[in-house]
């Protein structure tokens, strides 16, 4: 089956520091990686996506890179700062390219 | 409030009894998802429509659970009979529905806490 596992499950960082997150992925035909970013008691909030034809996609602070000969893809974030604290999930698309299957999460925690 | 809205936003129940979820899409969304959270874990797939017709469903969601979208709007997830381990965050998608796999924005759930 899909299956989607994500490393580390905690993360402590120190303010201006980078973090990353990696992730790896069963199922060959999944096409789509997005990444979330979900705060206490709140909804999962889309932060970065990337698709299979790309390799990297930046946007200000955060990063995506995807490997698809070795299906991983990992999420940066750079200059953390203490808001970027939440819990990050991973997820890619499942065969048919309409479900997401996620990751268990991460716990990130940037100290200030 | 444009994005996704979810009633109620809590639901407490005793075992055995049914219990009905809504969820209005963002306007002109053509796709709309549930997936159910539970505690420290990542959101799980149930189901999607596209329109109003169900187009997949999860081996998790059981014939306790239904889902309808019936005039391809809001949807409503039913799950009849509810157990203990029902309890969890359900929280609804949606899409445009341009492309086959696009951005998914989430709702705020309902928490649902069978006693």
């Known amino acids: 089956g899909e299956n989607v596992e994500q490393h580390p499950s905690t993360l402590s960082v120190q303010e201006g520091d980078s973090a990353v997150i990696k992730c790896t992925y069963s199922d060959s035909a999944s096409n789509y990686f997005p990444w979330y970013k979900q705060e206490l008691g709140k909804r999962p909030q889309l932060i970065i996506d990337i698709r299979s034809n790309v390799g990297e996609k930046k946007d200000q602070r955060i990063a995506v890179t995807l490997n698809k000969t070795a299906k991983h893809f990992s999420l940066h974030i750079t200059e953390t700062q203490p808001e970027d604290s939440a819990v990050y999930f991973c997820a890619a698309s499942n065969r048919s390219g309409y479900a997401l299957n996620f990751g268990k999460g991460t716990s990130l925690l940037v100290t200030p | 409030d444009t994005g996704v809205s979810q009633d109620p936003r809590h639901k407490i129940t005793k075992r055995g009894q049914n219990v009905t979820f809504r969820c209005d899409p963002i306007?002109?969304?053509?796709?709309l998802y549930w997936y159910r959270q539970t505690l420290g874990q990542g959101p799980e797939f149930l189901t999607y429509?596209?329109?109003?017709?169900?187009?997949?469903k999860s081996r998790l969601l059981s014939d306790r659970f239904s889902a309808e979208r019936p005039k391809g709007s809001f949807s409503t997830l039913e799950i009849q009979r509810t157990e203990q381990g029902d309890s969890a965050m359900y929280l609804c998608a949606s899409s445009v529905g341009a492309t086959i796999s696009d951005e998914q924005y989430f709702g705020p759930g309902t928490r649902l806490t069978v006693t």
């Open positions: 306007s002109e969304h053509n796709r």
């Open positions: 429509f596209q329109n109003e017709a169900q187009l997949e």
